[in-house]
C-alpha cells in the first residue's frame, strides 16, 4: 500500500519486521507447548527464550538462495539460537506458523479498524444529535418527497455503521483461529495439545478441523465484511457529495485557508474527501472478490492464496483504517448551511403536504383515486406555475367543501411530520455513554 493511506499504528503491523516476528511468536509458542509436555527440556527452553531471533537482513539474504521464505526465516532463527533450535517448528509445516501468524495480525489490524469504528460512530452521533430537530427535505429519486430532519439524515448513518462494528467484531472472532496440525492436519508429527497450548498461549481458538491450512471461508468473511463497510462509507460519502453541489448546498467539507479546489478555477472547492473516500472504496471491495476466489484450493492446499493475501491482508486493513480516519475528520469538520437547508425545503412550494390532504380527503369519505387525480392536478400547477401549493388547495371548492380551514391549518404544519422524530432516536440511540474500544 502506497504510504500515503497508511496510517503509523497501521503500517507498523504490516512491515517485514512485524510479519516475521509474528512467525517467531507462533514458533515459541509451539516450543511452549513442547517444552510443557515434556518434550523440550528446560536448559533448552531457556536458550530458546532468550536467544531466539533474527535479523531482517540475514532472512533476505538467505531467501535470495532458498527461495523459500520460511527456511529462510528459520535459518536465520537457528543462527541467532544456537543447537537448542533444533526444537524450533518440530512437526510444524510452513502454514502452521504463517496461517497462525496472519490471524494474529488479522486480528490486531481488526482492533486498530474497531476503534476507528468507534471514532466514526461518535461524530455521526453528535451530528445527529446536533441536528436532530432541523427540518430538511427528504428526497427519493433525487426529488423532493417529505420532510425529515437533518439529524436523522446522521442518526440513519449512525444506526448503519452501528451494523458494520457488529459484523465486524464477528468477522474478527472468526478468524481468531489458529492451526498447528501438521502436514495435511492429521497431527502425524505433532499432538493436538500442542496446538491447544501454543493457540492458549496466542489468544486465538483452534481450529476444529484443518488441511494444511486455515480454511479461506474465514478469510473470505472478513474481508467481505470490510468491503460491505466501504459500501457504507461510499453511500455516506454520495450523500456528503451531493448535500453539496451547487444546486443544493447544504453541506460544505472543511476547507483551509491556503486550500486550493482547482488549479484553473479559483473559486471551485470541490468534495474531495467524500470523492476520495467514494474511490477507495472501490478497491476494497475488489479485493474482498480476491478472498472469495481464495477459497477454492487444491486438496489439502495449493499456493494460489499465497500471493494474493500478501497484497489483501495489508492493503484492505490499511485502506480501511486510512478510511475511517479521515472520514471521521470529514464528519467532525462538515459545515452545515442552515439557511440553505430551510431554502431548499421551501422550494418545491410546500408539494411535501399532498400526502396528508390526499389522506385528509381519503379520510371524509372520497375515493382514493377521486382524491389522487385531485391533488396530483393542483401539485402539478404548483410547480409549473410556481405557486404555493397550500394556496392553491385552499381555492379549490372540492376540497374545502370537505376540509374546513381550522383542519386545513392542522394538514400544513410543518412539525406534524416530526411526531415520531423522538421515538425514532430512542430505538437508535439506547446508550448515552461515549462509546470505548476494548
Known sequence: MIDRYTRPEMGRLWTMESRFAGWLEVELAVCEAWHRLGVIPAEDMAQIREHAGFDLSRI???????????????TAVEEKTGPSSRYIHLGCTSS??????????????????????????????????AYKDKPAMGRTHGIHAEPITLGLKFAGFYAEFDRHRQRWQAAVENIRFGKISGA???YAHLEPQVEALACELLGLQLDPIST????????????????????????????????????????????????????????KKNPISAENLSGLSRLVRANALASLENMALWHERDISHSSVERIIM?????????????????????????????????????????????????????????????????????????????GLVRESLAITTRLSSERLNELFDLSSFFRHVDLIYARVFPRVSPLVSP
Open 60 to 74: 533476505l539474504e538467505i531467501e535470495e538462495r532458498t527461495k523459500h521464505d520460511v527456511i529462510a526465516f528459520l
Open 96 to 129: 502452521d506458523i504463517v496461517d497462525t501468524a496472519n490471524a494474529l495480525l488479522l486480528v490486531r489490524a481488526g482492533k486498530i479498524i474497531s476503534a476507528g469504528l468507534d471514532a466514526l460512530l461518535n461524530v455521526l452521533r453528535e451530528a445527529a444529535l
Open 184 to 186: 495435511v492436519g492429521t
Open 212 to 267: 494444511q491450512i486455515i480454511q479461506r471461508d474465514r478469510h473470505a468473511q472478513y474481508f467481505t465484511t470490510l468491503a460491505i463497510m466501504a459500501g457504507g462509507i461510499e453511500r455516506l460519502c454520495v450523500e456528503l457529495r451531493h448535500l453539496q453541489r451547487t444546486e443544493v448546498r447544504e453541506l460544505e467539507e472543511g476547507f483551509g485557508k491556503e486550500q486550493k479546489g482547482s488549479s484553473a478555477m479559483p473559486h
Open 314 to 390: 495489508p492493503d484492505s486493513t490499511i485502506l480501511m483504517d486510512y478510511m475511517l480516519h479521515r472520514l471521521t475528520k470529514l464528519i467532525a469538520g462538515i459545515r452545515v448551511l442552515e439557511d440553505n437547508v430551510s431554502k431548499n425545503l421551501r422550494a418545491s412550494q410546500g408539494l411535501f403536504f399532498s400526502q396528508r390532504i390526499l389522506l385528509a380527503l381519503i379520510d371524509t369519505g372520497m375515493q382514493r383515486q377521486e382524491a389522487y387525480e385531485l391533488i396530483q392536478i393542483l401539485a402539478l400547477r404548483a410547480w409549473e406555475e410556481q405557486r404555493p401549493f397550500e
